[in-house]
């Protein structure tokens, strides 16, 4: 069983910065396919920013630029700097392994999150 543990969301203003963590534990998982997620009030969970294989990264138009995923595979934990945080980023904040190659489908159950609110 997999499980992930987000954290490092909190309270911020516009242009504010954050940085998300989220580790994986449980059986082990190798991180190649990992993306961030968020779920705004009274929205569907959407998919904001990926790191897969060979470390190359995806993100949703709406955070490039300003959004920057890593990971750190000894320490089972991905990373999601947040810079110029806008109104619009507010949501909960989680973390999955995504499957069948597409950040449509997730391979595991979902964490607790992380609230990240961004007040204008």
């Known amino acids: 069983q997999v499980q992930f543990v987000e954290s490092g969301g909190g309270l911020v203003q516009a242009g504010g910065t954050l940085t998300l963590s989220c580790v994986a534990s449980?059986?082990?998982?190798?991180?190649?396919?990992m993306g961030w997620f968020r779920q705004a009030p009274g929205t569907t969970r959407v998919w904001v920013a990926g790191?897969?294989?060979?470390?190359?990264?995806e993100y949703a138009d709406s955070v490039k630029g300003r959004f920057t995923v890593s990971r750190d595979k000894t320490k089972n934990t991905m990373y999601l700097q947040m810079n110029n945080l806008q109104p619009e980023d507010t949501g909960v904040y989680y973390c999955?392994?995504?499957?069948?190659?597409?950040?449509?489908?997730?391979?595991?159950?979902w964490g607790q999150g992380t609230q990240v609110t961004v007040s204008s």
């Open positions: 999955n392994e995504r499957s069948y190659g597409s950040w449509s489908w997730v391979r595991r159950g």
């Open positions: 449980g059986r082990v998982v190798s991180l190649d396919e």
């Open positions: 790191i897969i294989r060979e470390g190359e990264t």
